[in-house]
């Protein structure tokens, strides 16, 4: 396509969780099958820079970039469903456009005029949403915006909206306005007000829907659909049904029977095709029809909130279509793990994850977990702080050294096996301060990881401040343990691995966020191709 870049703006009404994230990011699958060039951009409404200093429990996981972003959990469906790196520029905070426009203000760059929220800050927000559209790279570019209409925090965004779609002219944007249809079982139907009300919210902010993406649990019947074209002012083909679907590998599928795609382009003023998703429908129908089952543990400590881990979980939905086998992921809270209960809570597992996390809760249930399943030969993979309770559990209980710890747990360990890097220790800020984003890691050639990745060198995201101390290094791989992957250029290491054990991985990075519909994670498919081999003789 030449020309303009396009835009698509995703708003939410009345109630939040509606699923615009996985909207968005299967309109766009849709969009690239038909060969344009799209990304999308998340904006958050909340004053936090990044979710980076966020518990899990308040916003889920905290998604890295490529870049070294940490941004909204949404990029992850991006990537996952688009197989297209994101970016710093596809995640931008109120916290992040404030901060812009006030060191600006600070550099006199405003000339002395009174700093204000219309026009600064929504100039702010519109620049951050053309970034990636002037980048070239794209010819679509959709914009989700985070929370709901009517809150006091979006309001801004839903201005800057109001102007792009004045200064970008017609045709060159419109808005897709996500919403809720209830169904009443007292009254047995289902209800248009709320998203009459909603749509009505949008128009007050001078902001008109182009599209209705109607979110309900049964059918909209053509009586229904026609009355909401009628009172929300658009065209009856734009009130798209959005019903529950079993998973959401189905809703792009659902989305093309919508014609959702063709009604976007049509508005657009661009061409419309059948979208080659060829390849997307042999994962879903590989997903949907496995042909063994296997349950794996997934050992953490933010376990009540499955979004907490939720790259973890869908890169297991990736590998499990790869080998043809349904994943039942079994969710163990670490913090009521102990010798006494071990047994009974993983002993029936034919795989166990020891999952990410930060500080000191839960932290001697992950080393039990550990301890269990490397002496009964039950297939392991360790993941960042996993790799990390791997390590302690290995020097305490094979080495013999009784008090080796982290010293995140412990700063006055005498035997720190984790330790902070050196560039660590004089940070005080948080925000943004971790080893974050891509770095290279060399394999040893005859190792487990050498073998799965098929490569020397891979490069892989991280997020996080303590390292292996590779002063203990020859004391563990004599013992047993081997680093099997180093960073080529400071030496930290990046794998361990126990050679004698059926299948035993710890890695310092997150191989999740890199797993996609398309590319499976090579980490993933094999530690699910070595539950499937130990389930089978079990």
């Known amino acids: 396509m030449t ?18 994230g996985i909207i968005a990011a299967s309109l766009a699958k849709l969009l690239q099958g038909q060969g344009y060039r799209v990304t999308i951009q998340k904006l958050d409404p909340y004053i936090n820079v990044d979710p980076g200093t966020l518990n899990p429990y308040e916003h ?66 519109k620049r951050r949403v053309q970034l990636l559209g002037q980048s070239g790279d794209y010819d679509i570019v959709i914009t989700e915006i985070g ?22 002219g017609e045709d060159n944007g419109i808005v897709i306005h996500l919403t809720l249809v209830p169904y009443l079982s007292a009254a047995g139907e289902l209800k248009t007000k709320p998203t009459q009300h909603s749509v009505k919210t949008l128009m007050e902010s001078g902001v008109q829907a182009d599209i209705l993406v109607c979110r309900t649990e049964h059918d909209l019947p053509k009586d229904l659909r026609r009355k909401l074209a009628l009172f929300c002012n658009v065209k009856e083909d734009a009130v798209i049904q959005s019903i529950d679907a079993s998973t959401i590998y189905d809703v792009p599928n659902l989305m093309l029977e919508e014609g959702l795609d063709k009604v976007v382009l049509k508005k657009l003023g661009l061409k419309s095709s059948v979208p080659d998703i060829a390849n997307w429908n042999k994962f879903v129908h590989r997903h949907k029809n496995p042909r063994s089952e296997v349950t794996i543990g997934l050992i953490g400590k933010y376990v009540e909130l499955q979004d907490s881990y939720k790259s973890i979980l869908e890169a297991f939905i990736h590998a499990g279509a790869e080998n043809e086998v349904k994943v039942v992921i079994e969710s163990v809270h670490s913090e009521y793990l102990n010798d006494d209960n071990i047994k009974l809570k993983l002993g029936h597992l034919d795989g166990v994850l020891v999952a990410p996390g930060f500080g000191e809760r839960g932290i001697e249930g992950k080393i039990t977990a550990v301890k269990f399943v490397r002496e009964n030969n ?30 995140e747990m412990n700063p006055e360990t005498p035997n720190p096996v984790i330790d902070l890097m050196e ?116």
């Open 3 to 20: 020309g303009k870049t396009k835009y698509i703006f995703v708003t939410g009404g009345v109630t939040s969780s509606l699923g615009k």
């Open 60 to 125: 889920g996981e905290c998604y890295v970039t490529e870049d070294g972003a940490e941004t909204d959990l949404d990029l992850g469906h991006y990537e996952r469903f688009l197989n297209v790196p994101t970016s710093q520029a596809n995640n931008v905070t109120t916290g992040r456009i404030y901060q812009s426009v006030i060191q600006k203000e600070r550099r006199g760059e405003f000339l002395g005029k009174t700093v204000q929220v219309v026009p600064h800050i929504t100039d702010e927000i």
């Open 147 to 168: 929370g709901t209409v009517g809150d006091i925090e979006s309001l801004p965004y839903i201005e800057a909206v109001r102007q792009l779609r004045w200064d970008l």
């Open 378 to 407: 039950i297939p392991f993979l360790g993941i960042c702080l996993g790799m990390q309770m791997a390590v302690i559990e290995f020097a305490r209980n094979v080495i013999g050294i009784s008090n080796a710890n982290s010293t």
């Open 423 to 538: 560039e660590q220790k004089t940070i005080t800020d948080k925000g943004g301060t971790m080893r974050l984003g891509s770095w290279k890691c060399q394999l040893k050639e005859d190792s487990i990881a050498g073998k799965v990745y098929k490569s020397d060198v891979i490069s892989e995201r991280h997020r996080h401040r303590y390292e292996f101390n590779s002063n203990f290094k020859p004391q563990m791989e004599a013992a047993g343990m081997i680093a099997s992957g180093l960073n080529p250029d400071t030496g930290l290491v990046e794998i361990v691995e126990i050679p004698e054990h059926p299948w035993f991985v710890g890695v310092q990075y997150h191989p999740e966020y890199k797993s996609t519909v398309s590319n499976p994670h090579p980490l993933f498919v094999a530690f699910v191709k070595a539950v499937l081999s130990y389930h089978r003789k079990k």
